[in-house]
């Protein structure tokens, strides 16, 4: 069992920077690859970015190469995921999201959730 929870969203200007952490608690974190996934206002949750448990490789969606980094420290139990040029379209509540299995970008792979941090960015 896995409980995760995020903290570090907030309201930004355009072209600012967010830290969005996931702690989590429960035994084993370090074999549960973790991912971002948000959800837009009005519109469904989709897949942001995601790190593997096994050999730490991630991935990111074409929107957000380049400014948004996800990692993780194992010794604290947090997945870190760093927003920078933020825009308006990212604006959405942010989720972490835990499974066993390599990263994917389906919400229905991960089993366990955090209840989310909302970011708001302002034009």
């Known amino acids: 069992q896995v409980q995760l929870v995020e903290s570090g969203g907030g309201l930004v200007q355009a072209g600012g920077s967010l830290r969005l952490s996931c702690a989590a608690s429960?035994?084993?974190?370090?074999?549960?690859?973790v991912a971002w996934f948000r959800q837009p206002p009005g519109k469904e949750r989709e897949f942001v970015t995601g790190?593997?448990?096994?050999?730490?490789?991630?991935y990111e969606i074409d929107s957000v190469k380049g400014r948004f980094t996800i990692s993780r420290d194992n010794a604290e139990n947090t997945v870190y995921l760093q927003l920078n040029r933020l825009k308006p379209d990212d604006t959405g509540v942010y989720y972490c999201?835990?499974?066993?299995?390599?990263?994917?970008?389906?919400?229905?792979?991960?089993?366990?959730w955090g209840q989310g941090t909302q970011v708001t960015v302002s034009s």
């Open positions: 999201a835990a499974t066993r299995l390599r990263v994917g970008s389906t919400w229905s792979e991960y089993m366990y």
């Open positions: 790190i593997n448990w096994a050999d730490g490789i991630t």
């Open positions: 429960g035994r084993a974190f370090s074999i549960y690859t």
